[in-house]
């Protein structure tokens, strides 16, 4: 069968099983954009390639599939680049199509021309230029394995026009060779010598991260933990792996992480790292991390091993497979370990808990950002996907909004991209039409992919956004507030638009709560109208996240509270 | 593990593509690695290239080089020289001018190095020295104060022993 590259690209995507894309066409997408019109794949126009790529992100990370974006060349590639390097960072599974110039002018400054392949190439996985349309089937194939293979990752595929425009003989591919090994190997000698730590641990604590929720193994972690009855403690991408709920659970480590699990990672024998790789946001001063601690650490890639902390016992493997087998170990040698065996630790637990728990200072003048989440949470239930921009919304998020289910809280960890919870919810509702999808987004943060309000509004798209408005950059705020001496320099944002105004003139429902009183009424108006809102929740200006522990530092040293950071 | 710097000669299988060589390059020096030398060519594949390079660095950073080396879906394998049994070699063109005073010393140093004259007209000539990095390095201290106009080395090329 002859067939045009455009025709190709289009069968190649439904081969994969792709249905939805986020894109954006200009001069050198034209062939596909004709053959997009003639098929059956959803396209999602988004008002800026940006959004485009935070939304496939948002769709790869709730629906644990991988997100697919199409852009054209020049500006449409170069715009795509902070979505890409927020995925590379993440470890999320996208596949990114830019248009270029044809074969011929590449290379001569041609009109919309960019060295995209140059320009991303330390932040995908992978990149490829399609040089021949008898390649482009392969390449497309060979793109989604790589997305989806070992630690995932975003994967870059460059199309010029006149590949697009050639026709070939087209034969559809054989599927590709299954990617990771399913089933649980024999338990190793490793496994075998974790056991024999834990059962010499007095103080054990696991540590996991978005790796859990990247190898679909938190079942298999849950399983590992009631068992063993060891407490968990998650980084912010591992938030929702293990059930908040659970009374194991220890909240987050880190930075603004809780008290108890930050001592717990100070006092802990023995530590279970699994699909972590040990950020500096999370381990705070190296030589004070876990120090009393044999570290045992399971990830998928090599090259997260004892880079940033030495440990003990490195393994090598995906989470799901390593923790399946540990769990057969589990079973096979009929291992039990009672409440009586970790009272000691579990007490001291109790105590750092009791003594310093998460919280802060409601009022009944002013609303408070923390209250505004907790009341989400009430009436959600929980139940709700949940993305964050970046700064200290999506840290209020991480401790006050506890998550049961992996896939349902949307964050970029790595980067930290300011703009990325709004596009990316899009994503996630997209995957999910059915679910409750909210933004929880600061008034800094949800300037900057504001656009994308048409494309809610255009595809009828019902995400809830909350803006915790206080008028300034918090976080950054917070850490001159902190640091230097209160000059805030440039971070006072008060002169913004008003929101609700904004949100009608895109044509969506806007809200606004100025008062404690008004944060449920609004919340609940907003979660119950059944299209797109901007819910503006005019909050205390200079709150602090609190515990912090100062950049740098040991993470046992945390100031609580305004006295103790000043 | 050793926190001395020395010098580790990597070798890299890779595939033979335009845009392979700045992936590598770009991994080291991205994260402020330098490379020392760099020697590539094509293997008995023609679809395959070997990347020879050197970098000086401690043992602890070398496994992060390799570990982030292999990551890279074009290169097919890392290994690390240095630690196996290793026939290690440079080559090395200079061009000298020539006068009558110094026609008998470089003819000397060439006959030390195992060098040859490459080409020879009128006042200047080509030689090429095949050696060891030190022996290159002890040639071109020698020859210095004879008057090298230019030189070229390739870099350390370093084949195993044995499989």
Known sequence: MKLKGSQIFIKALEQEGIDTIFGYPGGVLLDIYDELHRSNLKHILVRHEQGAVHAADGYARASGKVGVTLVTSGPGATNTVTGIANAHLDSIPIVVFTGQVPTPLIGTDAFQEADIIGITRPCTKHNFQVRRVEELAKIIQEAF??????????????????VMASMTDYEPLPPRAKELNSVPKPASKKAFYVLDLINEAKRPLLLTGGGVILGKASEELREMARRTKIPVTSTLMGLGAFPAKDPLWMGMPGMHGTYYANMALSHCDLLIAIGCRFDDRVTGKLDTFASKAKIV??????????????????IVQDCKTALQ?????????DFSVTDEQRKAWFDQIAEWRTNVP???CNSDEIIKPQFVIETLYKLTKGQAIIATEVGQNQMWTAQFYPFDEPNTFLSSGGLGTMGYGFPAAIGAQLAFPDKLVVDIAGDGSIQMNIQELATAVQYKIPVKIAILNNGFLGMVRQWQELFYEKRYSHTDMSFAPDFVKLAEAY???????????????????????????????KVAREECVYPMVRPGGPIHEMALGREMAN | MEKQKKEHILSLLVNNKPDVLARVAGTLGGRGYNIETLCVDATMDPGVSKIILSVIQDQATITKIEKQLIRLIDVHSVSDLSKMETVMREMMLVRMKLTDKNKADIALIIDTFRGRVVTMNGDHCVIEITSTKEDIDRAIESLKPLGIDDMARTGIVALERMK
């Open chain 1, 145 to 162: 394995y790589i997305a989806r293979s070992g630690r995932p990752g975003p994967v870059l595929v460059d199309l010029p026009k006149d």
């Open chain 1, 297 to 314: 650490h399971v990830d998928v890639d090599a090259s997260s091993i004892n880079k940033n902390v030495m440990v003990d016992v490195p």
């Open chain 1, 325 to 333: 087998s540990f769990n057969k170990l589990l079973m096979e040698q």
């Open chain 1, 358 to 360: 998460l919280t802060y």
């Open chain 1, 507 to 537: 044509g969506l429902l806007g809200l606004r709560a100025e008062k404690p009183g008004e944060v449920e009424a609004i919340l609940r108006k907003g979660l119950e109208h059944p299209g797109p809102v901007v819910m503006d929740f």
